[in-house]
């Protein structure tokens, strides 16, 4: 039998249930490369006058095969990696508004807010007339167990909006990023610092009152005390959202928030007068009692979060 000359010819002598790799390797056994040698000699069967014909062992392609109008686009040559195109823009800021773990907290505490109040407005009430009725000043408000809760809930939700707003009035004048790796973190030490700051500070009034005067007045002024922290909270909530959401101007929200604090020192103050300084009647000794319950941790609270901001805030 002759020997097959091409590939055809070999996958003729195969039988037919043969595979792929069977028929490569006998195709490969069979027929074996033969190198080419192209003639040295010069070619002299060209039309007179022409010039020396091309050489038939150089293939090069004319420049208008080579290059076209998507030669140099990345998307026409699937081996090169396909990049953008264009100026990159800034990068967008963290923010309260952009932050889905914030916002669902937000949204939160806005329905419980709205849940509480429809809850307890009539303790709410209560706690009001006897702020504002002298002749009834004497006369305790109860409570129940949920209304304290609830309070105490609200405290809670003080502490985390007064983190907040120290977070958007570091981020803004202060400094906007820091050594910490996340935002939550020094966001979640704003929010402790303030939590410590509540707790220190009825822990000081009630060992303060304890001293000085009876048990029952220092209950009902603990109770006072809890109701106004907890609406701190409520009535500061609103401008945090225009903040956070709105573009409020921060000139705005910083007298908002500075009339509200005043207000609940002087609620706090006139509290505290009625229950424990108004039968004496001495003014010298509410303001020193006031001066260093209020005013001394309040100072001390800015001072902590300044040392704590500057200890966290990158330097240049």
Known sequence: MARPQTPYQVLRLLPKDATPAQ????????????????????DTLHLPGEGIPRDMTTAEIPLYYRENFFSNDTLYHEELQAGGSGVAGDPVPETLSNDNVITGLLIICFLFIAFTLSRISGFIVKQLK?????????????ETGNEVKFQFVF???????????????ATAYIADTFTLSSQYSILGIFVGVFMLYFLLRFSLYHGINILFFDKRRNTKFLTSLLFITAMEGAILFPILLLLAYLHFSPVYAAIYVTAVVILVKILTF?????????????????????CALEMVPLLTLWGGLSVIVDIFKIKI
Not at 130 to 142: E, G
Not at 155 to 169: A, F, I
């Open 23 to 42: 028929q490569d390797s006998a195709i490969q056994a069979w027929l074996k490369d033969v190198e080419i040698r192209y003639s040295e000699q010069p």
């Open 155 to 169: 405290v809670g939700l003080t502490c985390l909006v007064y983190g907040l707003l120290y977070y958007l009035y």
């Open 270 to 290: 006139y509290k505290s007068y009625v229950i424990f300084f108004k039968q004496n009647r001495v003014f010298l000794q509410i303001i020193l009692y006031f």
């Open 130 to 142: 006897d702020f504002f009725y002298v002749q009834r000043a004497d006369r305790d408000v109860t």
